[in-house]
């Protein structure tokens, strides 16, 4: 009997319903498949019902590792390894279709990780993610709202993003105390070229960094307040960092490579 570790996040998915929805979110026959932390392989069997071409899984716990070795042998390889530290860009031959019930204490990181690293070429044809609730609402949040900020600017930049359905905690052994919900991000076709995605976290950093303030002091503080950039981009800075939306943010960031280049 496995015991659930919660400084890994490890909460198993085990209602049969929904581990079957979310293996028909995406095609799976003849595909390749990444899944992220697979723990006691739930949601891999599922994956494996529909015939992928090759799956790979990303598991940190060597105990799991070892289970999902006995229970899976050749049908699986299984990369044993945080996967913050794997350089997912150079690492498959074909485009992967991404599943993951990521491990909450971590899902923003390596949604962070995987846009900020993107080359133009993308590895991934889709990314299917669980993530608790709070945080996918933040993910998607349209700008004037309460939820937009540094999040939904970051992830909305290279990717397009749709929420696909929430789950309840009774779904998964041991219970969390949150509901979750799955999301589908897709590559974007066109999307504002910005030379160092280190900027983009820079700039929305300053601008969220008091977001009940007026955009005056961190719009002075990256652009000693030039009047062109303003009025190029039409940025009232009386307004909040809410209310700017995505495109402005993405083009503000161009300006601010621009001025330092
Ligand atoms: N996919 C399984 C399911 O739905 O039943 C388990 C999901 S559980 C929320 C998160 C999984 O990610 C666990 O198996 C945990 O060991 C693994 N994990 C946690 N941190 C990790 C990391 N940094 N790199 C890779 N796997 C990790």
Partial sequence: MIKAKKSLGQNFLIDKNILEKITNIAKIENNTIL????GTGNLTSYI???????????????ELTINLQKKFNNEITI??????????????KDKVTVFGNLPYNISTEILSKWIINLKDNFWF??????FQKEVADRIIAEFNTSNYGRLS?????????????????EAFSPKPKVISSVL????KKNFIKIDNPYNLEKVTRIFFNQRRKM???????????????????????????????????????????????
């Fill in 79 to 92: 990369i044993n390894e945080d996967v913050l530290k794997i350089d997912e860009t150079n690492l498959f």
């Fill in 125 to 130: 044809e889709c990314l299917i993610l669980m």
């Fill in 153 to 169: 600017i970051i992830s909305n930049w290279k990717l397009k993003i749709k929420k696909v359905f929430d789950i309840k905690p």
């Fill in 35 to 38: 899944e992220i932390g697979p």
């Fill in 48 to 62: 494996l019902k529909k015939k992928p071409k090759k799956i790979y899984v990303i598991e940190k716990d060597n």
């Fill in 215 to 261: 955009l005056k002091k961190p719009f002075n503080q990256l652009f000693n307040g030039d009047q062109k950039v303003l009025n190029k981009l039409k940025i009232d800075l009386t307004l909040r960092p809410q209310n700017i939306n995505l495109e402005t943010y993405y083009n503000l960031v161009c300006e601010y490579e621009k001025l330092r280049s």
């Fill in 184 to 187: 589908i991000f897709y590559p």
